[in-house]
């Protein structure tokens, strides 16, 4: 191809979102070159190390946003069900004397139960999804109040394994290590089977430099982050758990039938059901997949904080796990998106949030900036569709 | 394939209407294996409900569906796939925003172990769209990049995954080319003499002369006369769709 025609068919990409969230992974570039500019410390390890792992608890609620999108629908009551989980969790372990882990179970469970009424509601009702999950939003943090009683706020002793979980569990370098390892290796495996198997199905394939470079490009990645982590504390545990979470994500999105009927759901679930997809199944397990990643997040919250209160999921949590899916590149109108948008996006939205800290400016400026970003983000959403239908 | 005597899906006065409007009015029909069955009648006259009704797409009020001669529920277009019972929907029933390969196989996927298994797949999109003679770019371009024909095309090539027993095409030929709707008439003979029962729908009674063995005339929702394809004249068929009598 001539240098032209790659720029050519590379801006059709750009322009109808087929590049996935490299375009966004650029832009989290840049935000980070600007913000070091500023301010020297934005990109030392250690800045680094806590924008990663403020990032975790949030990312995985935003995880859950990005499914429920993927089938074309939303689910505005993430920080609620946040929110009672981390008090659920709070209340059940400290208040009642229950065992951590069943307390922590107890919270799962909470989300799995909020999903399946969604999922009741707009499958057996029809119902939109923004308007019953709004009025969840409002019923959650009614019982979120609730459950936390008069007091309001219920602390975590810090020598409890969740809190250490998430406040002073780093993998160890080996680990790291042995982890990078294991995914290159990993993944060059799959490339590698999957273009063997294809030259015997005389099925095109894409050059062998093009396979060499991914898999370099992987391994470069992965190692220049777990190396400059590793000059602080290195990879936080609950990090590493969003980390995987998201590639779990990506994984069953892009490789299993059910990924594929989610897809298919999300872009006409009319077609979809005509083709034999079980539309009813595939939109329970969106929403029961993206309340869990919530209530999951609320409950790495309430480890992060080492405390449950009303504020738990409130406003802010809400408003920003839903924009990291959006800004992460996951589109608004269903069965286009990626596991890595959550991450992607999180990371934006975080490094915003930090850089503006870093530069002394407060809650305000933050906001307005998010805000900002989102509107860019919904804006290049919709030209993408308009670029692609045209 | 098993041999059975007396059709393979049938409908036994079948009704269906939406609101006020009576889309089908006490309709009998059979498709029998090793037969082509063309479906005609104007715009409006229920072709699709009745389409819809044969493949679980809509349930009817009245009457009954029989596959090999006993009654069953069509709840859903995946139980009469898995009847053997396979679809190509006026509105092709595509997903744009997915490819070529994902579309065929939509809720029939290829698995290895737990994952899909592209490469089978997309080796078999190949010799399904040849057969057809339909001419695509790539199967990994979204089907929101194709043509009206080439959709189409991959909507046909789709219900013939799995050798179906029955396959029912709604227009299947009305956004087609010249040369490919010559490819899916010899493909119809192809399936016919394969022992496949076939019903499709139709504006073009050419077409429909040139390939069907019966010929069913909707008119208003009602059955307007059945007729002998080789034995019918284009005049005939013409009275029987619009209702004039000369
Ligand atoms: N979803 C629906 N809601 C209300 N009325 C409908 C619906 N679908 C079909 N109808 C009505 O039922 C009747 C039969 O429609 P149908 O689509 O079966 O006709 P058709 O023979 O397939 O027409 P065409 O040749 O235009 O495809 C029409 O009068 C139509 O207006
Ligand atoms: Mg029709």
Known sequence: ?390 | MTVVDGPVLALRGVSKSYGAARALVDVDLQVHAHEVVAVIGDNGAGKSTLVGALTGALVPDEGEVLVDGSPVTLSDPSVARGLGIAAVFQDLALCANLDVVENLYLGHEAQRGLLLDEVTMEKHAWELLNQLAARVPSVRVPVAALSGGQRQAVAIARSLLGEPRVIVLDEPTAALGLRQTAEFLTLVERLRERGHGVLLTSHSLADVQAVADRIVVLRLGRTNGEFDAARTSYEELLAAVTGIQR
């Open chain 1, 1 to 390: 191809m001539s240098e032209s025609g790659l720029v050519a068919t590379t801006w059709q990409k750009l322009r109808t979102g087929d590049l996935g969230v490299l375009p966004v992974a650029v832009v989290l570039v840049l935000i980070g070159l600007v913000f070091q500019v500023l301010n020297p410390h934005f990109l030392s390890a250690d800045n680094l190390v806590n924008l990663t792992q403020q990032s975790a608890a949030t990312g995985v609620i935003a995880l859950g946003v990005v499914l429920t999108l993927h089938v074309g629908q939303i689910d505005l009551s993430v920080g609620a069900v946040s929110g009672l989980a981390a008090a659920v969790v709070a209340v059940g372990s400290v208040q009642l004397g229950w065992p951590l882990w069943l307390a922590v179970l107890a919270a799962l469970a909470v989300g799995v139960l909020v999903g399946s009424i969604y999922a009741a509601l707009h499958t057996r009702l029809a119902v939109p999804s923004f308007v019953f999950t709004l009025a969840g939003l409002l019923v959650i943090t009614g019982l979120q109040m609730r459950v936390l009683g008069p007091t309001g706020s219920v602390n975590l002793p810090f020598e409890w394994w969740l809190v250490r979980f998430c406040q002073t569990a780093f993998l160890a370098p080996a680990t790291s290590w042995a982890i990078v390892a294991l995914v290159v290796a990993g993944y060059a495996a799959g490339r590698a089977t999957d273009r063997i198997r294809r030259v015997r199905a005389e099925l095109p394939v894409a050059p062998l430099w093009e396979v060499v470079a991914r898999v370099v490009a992987l391994a470069a990645l992965l190692s220049v982050v777990v190396a400059y982590l590793g000059t602080n504390r290195g990879v936080g545990a609950v990090f590493a758990l969003f980390v995987g979470l998201v590639a779990l994500t990506d994984l069953l999105l892009r490789r299993t039938r059910w990924g594929r009927s989610v897809r298919a759901v999300g872009g006409d679930a009319e077609a979809a059901r005509k083709a034999g997809v079980p539309v009813r199944r595939v939109f329970v397990s969106a929403f029961v997949a993206c309340s869990t990643l919530a209530a999951l997040g609320g409950v790495l919250a309430v480890g992060r904080l080492a405390a449950a209160n009303q504020g738990s999921g409130a406003g802010d949590t809400n408003l920003t796990a839903i924009a990291a899916a959006v800004i992460g590149g996951t589109s608004l109108f269903g069965g286009r998106g990626s596991a890595w948008s959550a991450l992607v996006g999180i990371l934006v939205v975080q490094s915003i949030s930090t850089g503006l800290t870093l530069l002394n400016l407060d809650q305000s400026a933050r906001l307005v900036v998010t805000g900002l970003v989102l509107a860019v983000a919904v804006t290049i959403d919709a030209l993408q569709r308009r670029a692609r239908e045209a």
